[in-house]
């Protein structure tokens, strides 16, 4: 019995590692999950089920979407599948940055919109002093989703406003990620529910899928009657509104569609409902009379390219005079840490900002692991003290501009189902610009002498984390 076991367990193993030599995935990814299965073969295993299964195969995404994709061809009209794929404002981009419009829209289709107005947000209160006001102001329906929605008393401010709404007849949908925010009891949904906001579930694993836990809704989309978008780093919670330093943006014009168009996919695909035609929920009346171009773009592990990586690659192959990164956790894929390094080496001005105390235990050596990468490439490392950063932003050359929910890690390169605003104007990427700056009066530069002198055991933590830094 007991030799029976361990040939069938053997299999199990070999037939893993073969899978895994033969996935399309990150070779650091593949080199981390072998040394893992070799080290703990039975616990390795069932790791790699959960946590390491690739989805992002072609296909895959057009047969998980295909409710959504039917129905949105039913229910939308001409003008609004203009508005989001006719790319009739790609030519008003600077020439040298429409590939990268080009490329971006490649699995989606989601194109450059115009007549857009964009508040840069970099204050917890600020975005919740706004979100509040607007939500006041909801007519017709409002749309939420989100990566974290808390208990405490910012989300509770939050979801008391949103039962409020929805019991004066504005059509309330939310979408809570059950994985992330598994601590929170089905009740405290229900009391929602209870009040008429319509609630579904992003991930619904079983026993079959249970690889599902590893792909989480990373997003952060809030839609107000279809005119109203606010999308960013910022979850809802107290350590978003009130304690830590993020980045979040509030818009105003055609971009909303896509935001829009982003949360009505996840809302069907999660098993949400949608009566009537969609309409209603792209309204025409968006005159802004603004010049800024933005580009929404989602990532989902399931779609065939990993869309937002490629876009910070081209982002740093082509950045000439500066490319400034913040980022709470900088653990980037092989080739992405290239492109950043070659940025440097052609004499591009490379900064990085990363915190200096980081949120999770193991993300601080995790993030670490890549300073000498970065700092013999003469990439310049800043790390900030005061208020931890989470803001998830670059901007080059005084023209683009990115924010969004996407960290520079494996994890959002790859895994998680992300969504980012590309902006191209002058403006905005000055004003990023003056923020980047402002936050480097909290920081201490890490220079390559004082990194050399570092403790023998904080190397070792560093070079263990290092090895399984394409799984965080």
């Known amino acids: 019995m007991s030799i029976t076991v361990s040939v069938i367990g053997a299999f199990l193993i070999i037939g893993a590692i073969l899978v895994i030599l033969n ?50 061809e039913e229910k939308a009209n001409e003008h609004t599948r203009n508005l989001l794929f006719g790319g009739e404002y790609e030519k008003e981009i600077r ?23 964009l508040e840069i947000i970099t204050s917890g209160g600020r975005k919740l002093e706004a979100l509040i006001n607007d939500l006041l102001a909801a007519k017709h329906h409002i749309h939420f989703e989100y990566f974290y929605f808390l208990k405490d008393d910012g989300s509770r401010r939050i979801k008391n406003l949103l039962m409020q709404k929805a019991r004066e007849g504005v059509k309330v949908r939310f979408i809570h990620e059950n994985i992330a925010n598994i601590t929170i009891w089905p009740g405290y949904y229900n009391e929602m529910k ?5 609630v579904v579930k992003f991930t619904n694993p079983n026993a079959f899928l249970l690889s599902k836990f590893n792909y989480r809704d990373h997003r952060k989309i809030v839609v107000i009657d279809g005119k109203v978008g606010y999308t960013g780093g910022m979850n809802i919670g107290d350590d978003y509104f009130f304690r830590w330093r993020d980045t979040h943006t509030r818009i105003t014009g055609n971009a909303v569609a896509t935001l829009q168009y982003c949360f009505l996919n996840s809302w069907i695909t999660s098993g949400g409902k949608i009566d009537g035609d969609f309409s209603e929920f792209f309204p025409m009346d968006r005159q802004i009379h603004d010049d800024k171009l933005v580009q929404i773009i989602p990532d989902e592990p399931d779609r065939e390219f990993p869309i937002l990586h490629l876009g910070a690659l081209w982002t740093a192959h082509h950045a000439e005079r500066y490319l400034y990164i913040q980022t709470p956790y900088f653990v980037p894929p092989e080739p992405l840490l290239m492109a950043l390094k070659s940025a440097a080496f052609k004499g591009c001005d490379v900064r990085l900002m990363v915190p200096k105390k980081a949120d999770l235990f193991f993300m601080g050596p995790a993030n670490k692991s890549f ?22 932003t670059m901007v080059s050359d005084d023209y683009l501009s990115i924010i969004g929910s996407a960290n520079m ?64």
């Open 194 to 198: 209870e009040a008429g906001v319509e």
């Open 23 to 72: 996935d399309n995935q990150d070779s650091g990814r593949k080199v981390a999950w072998i040394l893992i299965i070799g080290i703990l073969p039975v616990i390795g295993l069932l790791l790699y089920i959960v946590f390491g299964m690739n989805f992002r195969k072609p296909g895959f995404f057009q047969y998980r979407n295909k409710d959504f994709l039917d129905i949105f």
């Open 371 to 392: 300073y000498r990468d970065c700092l013999e490439a003469g990439i310049r490392v800043f790390e900030k003290g005061g208020k931890f950063i989470h803001s998830k």
């Open 409 to 472: 890690d494996c994890r959002s390169m790859e895994l998680s189902y992300e969504i980012n605003a590309y902006i191209y104007n002058e403006d905005i990427a000055r004003e990023n610009y003056r923020i980047f700056m402002a936050d480097l009066k909290e920081c201490n530069e890490v220079t390559l002498p004082q990194w050399e002198k570092r403790p023998w055991y904080d190397k070792i933590i560093q070079a263990i984390m290092r090895l399984f830094a394409p799984l965080l």
């Open 95 to 117: 020439p040298e940055y429409q590939s990268l419009s080009r490329l971006l829209k490649k699995d989606s289709g989601l194109t450059v919109t115009d007549n857009n107005e």
